[in-house]
């Protein structure tokens, strides 16, 4: 839980234009700030600022529920480090009634499809992907099939799609998991996305947004309907995100839980995990 102090703290710390990170953190009930904390500021000045927040965060815990394109409903549990990069995710389909476990470390990316696909694998519950023995091959299977593709996604560059944006709305307030905030809304372009990511923040933001700006325009997504909830501390609590893809609509709603709190992945047992890379290296022999 972080308090106002370590928030003023962390400001201090991280210098003028760098304030508090992505969210309340888990200080639900914490904060008595008002969700309209800085009066006149106009809506789409509120979500920019809301965005440049995201990009000093070291990680993220979250919750995605929706409906993607050629998936349909899905739900997602997600923690995310980005410095250093892992990830732990677990995905449900409503449609196969099946859910895919997926952890990414140290360069590799292990999927567990759950007993059925163990049937498959000898017994084993665990395929491991190494991302820099596979090559251009795994990529294509990250995106392709695997039930991945969702863990390729960052969460806090999503966030920041309508900056830059000049037609956002103010809805109203509304309370998200205990914590007072600003709802706006707005409609964005993938092709604003890239024009506002290109003008601000740093590479590592910039190519962040642009990995996520990617995997859109694979669904066949151009244009985006976002709503924004954001906190009084500038913070962005849940955002949504609707539109048309090539196999069909896109619809998903995703809330943040807590930020910069540690992130542990463990590396599946050895013997419980198909290294994918050493059984094509095998069949070339």
């Known amino acids: ?13 991280t210098g003028a234009g760098l304030a508090a990170l992505l969210l309340a953190g888990g200080a639900v009930g914490c904060s008595k700030l008002a969700a309209d904390s800085a009066p006149g500021m106009v809506p789409a000045a509120a979500v920019a600022e809301a965005a440049k927040q995201t990009q000093d965060i070291t990680s993220v815990r979250y919750r995605t529920a929706g409906t993607m394109p050629g998936e349909g409903k899905i739900t997602v549990e997600a923690a995310m480090s980005m410095k250093p990069q892992a990830m732990s995710m677990r995905k449900t389909s409503a449609r196969t009634g099946t859910t895919v476990q997926v952890r990414v470390l140290d360069r590799a990316l292990y999927l567990n499809g759950g007993a059925e696909k163990a049937k498959e694998l000898g017994g084993k519950h665990w395929v491991k992907l190494d991302m820099s023995a596979l090559g251009g091959l795994g990529n294509n299977l ?16 999503e966030a920041a799609f309508l900056t830059g944006v000049k037609d956002v709305k103010k809805v109203g307030t509304e309370t998200v998991d205990g914590v007072r905030t600003t709802h706006y809304a707005g409609k964005v372009t993938l092709a604003d996305v890239e024009a506002a990511a290109a003008e601000g923040g740093d590479k590592d933001a910039r190519e962040r947004r642009a990995k996520s700006v990617e995997s859109y325009e694979k669904m066949g997504v151009d244009a985006l309907t976002m709503d924004m909830w954001v906190d009084g501390d500038h913070d962005t609590k849940r955002f949504r995100m609707r539109g048309e893809g090539d196999k069909g609509p896109l619809d998903m709603t995703v809330t943040f839980l807590d930020v910069d709190e540690p992130v542990t992945v463990t590396v599946p047992p050895v013997k419980d995990t198909t290294d994918l890379a050493r059984l094509m290296k095998d069949a070339q022999g």
């Open 1 to 13: 839980m972080r308090s106002s102090v370590r928030r003023a703290t962390r400001r201090r710390a």
């Open 142 to 157: 990250t995106a392709n099939g695997t039930g991945a593709a969702e863990g390729d996604k960052n969460p806090a560059a």
